[in-house]
């Protein structure tokens, strides 16, 4: 009786489970839309079109920017140290300096810049000229060498401009010989090691050469040039080798030794140039302006005019430009009438103490 008993609840439990099965398998065959559907909602996103710029050192650009933030620095240092150590009240506003883009705020935030005080021809190693009230005005030009359509047009230039070539271009000694014809100077520039290391040439000077090996170097730079004649050299970047006491001695004893003078391009506020030449009795000049740290004609004129404003307190100044049309086109605009204007557009070797 009791295995009957127990026999008909199992068979119980058993239809119960079989019952549950069929409703879940009938759930699942049949889901109720409202049971198992999630809720959403549609959005529309607007497409948005971004234009992501290349890479620095994609563009081949890097070292071209590193050289524009060198000279900012070195701008805007000079401005604060002539602040500091002139107690004259500010009558001109400063050189422009190519802060914008790179810094974040406009050049009307920096503070004015004092009168230029002149130099003295023994501290400077430059002879200013003053006869006549004619202030001298040399133009330099950076990075010659690479561009042969540009050589061309400062060849055809009627008035006397500096080229400083780089020291690797493949046809360097006959364009430097076809620009002396023209009437124009020859420099060598010379890459030196900034701060920020960069491929700037095949041949960098940098802090981590020796005597023989500088020498060595910068001695084979300037034999590419063979008896052209150049007149000195002036430095490419070099805002960490400029301020390197050994290193620049090194440099210095091979300008003497050739009769060379330097240009100090004067890419750091901390270059020691000066002192080293002055201790071992190398001619010595250094830049007063960048014309194109900003490669737009009226910038480029405001610069030039810079250069009038300089010269005309210590007799004379030093512009430095580049290879680029629109510096050319303002050069050529600017020094048709420069004489007008009470300025001589000379070479940089004219403003050496003989």
């Known amino acids: 009786m009791k295995i009957k008993k127990l026999t008909i609840f199992v068979f119980f439990l058993l239809a119960i489970a079989v019952a549950e099965g069929v409703v879940v398998a009938y759930d699942l065959l049949h889901p109720d839309k409202d049971v198992f559907e999630l809720d959403y909602q549609e959005y529309d996103i607007p497409v948005r079109k971004v234009d992501v710029k290349p890479f620095l050192f994609e563009t081949g650009a890097a070292a071209e920017a590193e050289a524009i933030l060198d ?11 002539r ?38 021809a023994k501290d400077a190693n430059v002879a200013a000229e003053n006869q006549n009230n004619v202030s001298r005005i040399a133009v330099v030009i950076d990075d010659i060498g690479l561009s042969e359509p540009f050589v061309k047009e400062l060849e ?26 023209a009437g124009h100077g020859i420099m060598v520039h010379i890459p030196m090691m900034p701060h920020v290391p960069a491929d700037l040439a095949p041949v960098t000077l940098s802090p981590e050469m020796d005597k023989a090996e500088t020498q060595n170097k910068l001695s084979a730079m300037l034999d590419r040039f063979g008896d052209v004649g150049m007149v000195g050299i002036n430095n490419h970047m070099g805002s960490l080798l400029t301020e390197r006491a050994k290193n620049m001695e090194y440099v210095m004893e091979i300008l003497k030794q050739r009769g060379l003078f330097f240009l100090d391009s004067k890419t750091t506020g901390h270059s020691i140039c000066k002192e080293s030449a002055e201790q071992l009795g190398v001619p010595y000049i250094e ?33 430095i430009g580049h290879p680029k049309a629109q510096t050319l086109k303002a050069i050529k605009d600017w020094a048709e009438d420069v004489e007008n204007r009470g300025f001589k557009l000379v070479l940089v070797s004219e403003l050496i103490k003989k």
């Open 83 to 120: 602040r500091i150590y002139t107690s004259e009240p500010a009558t001109e506003q400063p050189a422009a300096v190519e802060v914008d883009e790179f810094l974040g705020f406009s050049t009307d935030e920096l503070p004015a810049e004092p009168s230029v005080q002149p130099q003295s």
């Open 156 to 181: 055809a230039f009627n008035k006397p401009i500096t080229a400083a070539f780089l020291p690797y271009g493949v046809s360097n000694r006959e364009q430097a010989e076809r620009l002396k014809n």
């Open 71 to 81: 000279n900012v620095t070195a701008e805007v240092q000079n401005n604060l140290m």
């Open 287 to 319: 830049r007063n302006v960048f014309l194109d740290n900003e490669n737009d004609y009226d910038y480029i004129i405001g610069q030039l005019h810079q250069a009038e404003r300089i010269a005309s307190k210590q007799g004379f100044s030093v512009a």
